[in-house]
């Protein structure tokens, strides 16, 4: 008889463990198609990429500053940059997307 109630709880935790599994699964497979849909400005990714990081800040009504250095970190950049230079330009050291960018600029409008 014991043998028969550990096989059943054996059974219900694999059955808990891939249902929790899978709605963890569902829930970021679902964010990420949302991830145009999460941020306050309303911009293609290929025309982020042709900004400076002065105007996506102005888009954002951040700190510039604050966002270049959120971007440094966030990419571990070794280059030397300033809030005039193009992202496109920027990528070529790292090869972020511009999604990427928009978090960050969301995460500190978000913390002003």
Do not use: C
Not at 83 to 89: F, Q, S
């Amino acid at each position: 008889m014991n043998k028969i109630i550990i096989f059943s709880l054996i059974a219900i935790s694999v059955i808990l463990f891939g249902i929790f599994g899978y709605l963890s699964y569902s829930e970021l497979e679902g964010h990420e198609h949302d991830d145009e849909h999460d941020h306050s400005v309303e911009i293609e990714g290929s025309e982020l990429r042709a900004l400076t990081v002065q105007e996506v800040a102005d888009l954002w009504e951040i700190d510039s500053g604050v966002l270049l250095s959120g971007m440094i970190v966030e990419f571990n950049l070794e280059e030397i940059y300033n809030v005039n230079d193009v992202l496109e330009d920027i990528r070529e050291e790292h090869k972020f997307s511009p999604a990427q960018v928009k978090d960050i600029a969301e995460e500190i409008k978000q913390n002003e």
